[in-house]
């Protein structure tokens, strides 16, 4: 008898009803892989000009200075950590990663990085995604001589992982500049079902019991040098260094940024090209996360509609409290969209009322928001369910 995957979610939704969950996920290990969307102030640590280590960053961060987060206050694994009942993990490169610090996890995600070894090229300096693994791996070695062999693997083992890629690989790659060498190289439609293609492919060879994967809509084409790795050949390569329970976060509605508005749109309309490739690219990924799903006995990847998402308080900002989906709080010509957020940008009073604190990124409000719907969304926005259900599982069928 072949039992769905639906019919599995079910089940296990009926035994968390009946059995109380004991403790919580207080001391959970957290880790952050990534690119400026979660760098909490590697870069600040590097001979590169990706920072945000200057005023108006930061203005509304507790200590009201600049730490190297891309956002006027807390980013998206602040606010994952707060919500797990954990300490935010320190950048990595902070001399302050020590000793117990190290229990807490480590994020290692670096401003202007991408699945693509060719994106990001014109910043130096910066962690590409295979230094960041190595760094990873760095880390639990210290973390061995720190606590023992035994208690590191405990720790890394019972962590969440946080991986935010694929934004950069379009915005800063395939469409730019114009013509590019990848929109060259490939159609749109061409270049999403190549990655899918590529995705099921190291998929299937996962063949041993995993734990959960939770897959944030992503974009890819090839990691690096002559071989071509699919996205999911890093998550694998987690799994090798020892990662557990991965939130894999990639592009939203990337069309609709201000940077995106300020250079192609005429109206202030969404650029229809962009949003096409991240429409093809999302549902390719979803149906093909549900197919490898229902494969397993197991809802091991969890989809996270990230364009979905976004575009509810992008369409209706109001709803949200939001004065502005369009124009970003901090920056200057059409639409704040133009260059970065500086001591000479203009920058709006209150941050809480715009979608986007600058050109590329969300407001510290927009990042609330967006958590909230991994923790608690709905199975329009998570399927097969939402962050705060997988973990109650995580509690109750793997102590």
Not at 26 to 45: C, E, H, I, K, Q
Request: aromatic share 12%; glycine share 8%; proline share 5%.
């Amino acid at each position: 008898m072949i039992i769905t995957m639906h019919v599995i979610i079910i089940i296990m939704r009926m035994v968390m009803m009946a059995v109380p969950i004991e403790g919580g996920e207080t001391g959970r290990a957290f880790f952050v892989f990534g690119d400026s969307l979660v760098d909490s102030g590697n870069n600040n640590y590097l001979p590169t000009t990706a920072r945000a280590d200057t005023l108006p960053y930061g203005v509304d961060y507790p200590t009201h200075h600049p730490t190297g987060r891309f956002s006027n206050g807390f980013n998206l694994p602040d606010l994952i950590s707060q919500r797990i009942g954990s300490e935010a993990a320190l950048p990595y490169l902070s001399p302050e990663m020590r000793g117990q610090n190290l229990l807490l996890g480590a994020n290692f995600a670096s401003a202007g990085v991408g699945i693509l070894k060719d994106t990001g090229i014109q910043f130096e300096g910066i962690l590409r995604i295979y230094q960041q693994f190595a760094l990873f791996q760095q880390y639990q070695e210290r973390l061995g001589f720190e606590v023992g062999a035994a208690e590191a693997e405990r720790i890394v083992n019972g962590s969440l992982v946080l991986i935010t890629l694929g934004s950069n690989d379009f915005v800063n790659n395939y469409f730019y500049p114009p013509n590019s060498a990848r929109s060259l190289q490939f159609t749109i439609p061409k270049f999403c079902s190549y990655v899918i293609s590529e995705y099921r492919k190291i998929l299937m060879v996962i063949l041993r019991p995993l734990p959960f994967i939770f897959v944030f809509l992503a974009s890819c084409y090839s990691l690096s040098g002559e071989k071509k790795f699919g996205f999911f050949v890093i998550v694998q390569r987690l799994y090798e260094l020892g990662g557990r329970k991965v939130l894999v976060t990639g592009t939203g509605p990337l069309g609709c940024i201000p940077s995106q508005l300020a250079e192609r749109s005429i109206n202030g309309e969404c650029v229809a090209q962009i949003q096409e490739a991240s429409q093809i690219f999302n549902q390719l990924l979803i149906k093909m996360t549900t197919e490898l799903n229902n494969q397993l006995t197991s809802p091991v990847f969890i989809v996270v509609n990230a364009f979905r998402i976004n575009m509810e308080f992008i369409n209706h900002p109001q709803r949200f409290g939001f004065v502005s989906s369009k124009i970003a709080c901090c920056g200057q010509g059409r639409f704040n969209g133009i260059g970065g957020c500086t001591s000479f940008s203009s920058l709006c009073s209150n941050r809480d009322l715009y979608v986007f604190w600058d050109s590329f990124h969300p407001s510290q409000h927009a990042w609330e928001i967006l958590a909230n719907y991994i923790f608690n969304g709905t199975t329009n926005y998570m399927s097969p369910m939402n962050l705060t259900t997988i973990l109650a599982m995580d509690s109750n069928f793997y102590k």
